[in-house]
C-alpha cells in the first residue's frame, strides 16, 4: 500500500494532538472542544537549542510529552491550557519544579506567535492554573520579550510574584504556586 504525503501529514497532525491532549490531561485539566491551529503554510517547527538569546520554538520532536516536561498553550485574553498541537507557535516560558533552571518543567507555548509578546505587562497573553506542578515550581525563564507573574491562588489571586523574566529562585512564592499569567 502506497501512503501518500497528504495521509503522511494527517496521521502526523493527529498524532500532535494525541500528545497534546495526553499533557493537558497530565496537567489535571479540562480543555474545550478541539480547536485547529491555523494552517498558513508556514514550515514545520524545529527542533532548537534553547539559549537564551536565540528563538526558541516548542520541540516538535517531543510532541508526546517526554518524561518531566508537560505542556501547556496559552492564548491571548484566555485562561487554561488550550487544545493546540506541541509544535505550533513559540516558547514564551518555562517553569520549573528545581532551582536553577532544573528538574520537571512546564513548557508554556502560544501557538498563533511568530515574533513574541508585546513589550508591555498591561496586557493579556493567556495564562493557566498549574495542575500536576502546582506548589512545585522554584524557578522560571522566559522568551521572546515574554514575561510571568506566579499566583498563589489557582484563578490568578492570592499572593503573587512580580513579573518575572528570569529568576532561578522564587523566594517566598517557592513551592507555593498554583497560577500563572503571561504578558
Known amino acids: 500500500m502506497t501512503i501518500t504525503t497528504r495521509t503522511r501529514t494527517a496521521r502526523a497532525r493527529l498524532a500532535a494532538v494525541v500528545g497534546g491532549l495526553a499533557a493537558i490531561a497530565t496537567l489535571g485539566l479540562t480543555a474545550p472542544a478541539a480547536t485547529a491551529a491555523p494552517d498558513d503554510g508556514a514550515a514545520p517547527v524545529q527542533v532548537e537549542v534553547v539559549t537564551s538569546d ?3 520554538t516548542v520541540e516538535a520532536a517531543r510532541a508526546t510529552a517526554a518524561a518531566g516536561t508537560l505542556y501547556c498553550a496559552v492564548i491571548d ?34 501557538p498563533r ?18 495542575g500536576a ?14 514575561d510571568v507573574k506566579l499566583f498563589d491562588g489557582a484563578s490568578k489571586d492570592g499572593a503573587s510574584t512580580g513579573w518575572i523574566d528570569i529568576n532561578s529562585r522564587l523566594g517566598s512564592l517557592d513551592n507555593r504556586a498554583s497560577s500563572f499569567a503571561i504578558s
Do not use: I
Open 113 to 130: 506567535y511568530r515574533v513574541g509578546c508585546t513589550g508591555s505587562t498591561t496586557d493579556n497573553e493567556g495564562g493557566s492554573t498549574l
Open 133 to 146: 506542578m502546582s506548589n512545585r515550581v522554584s524557578s522560571v525563564r522566559t522568551y521572546h520579550q515574554c
Open 54 to 56: 536565540e528563538q526558541v
Open 77 to 110: 485574553g484566555t485562561f487554561g491550557c488550550k487544545d493546540y498541537p506541541v509544535g505550533t507557535g513559540l516558547v514564551v516560558a518555562r517553569l520549573y519544579d528545581g532551582a536553577s533552571f532544573t528538574g520537571r518543567q512546564v513548557v508554556v507555548y502560544n
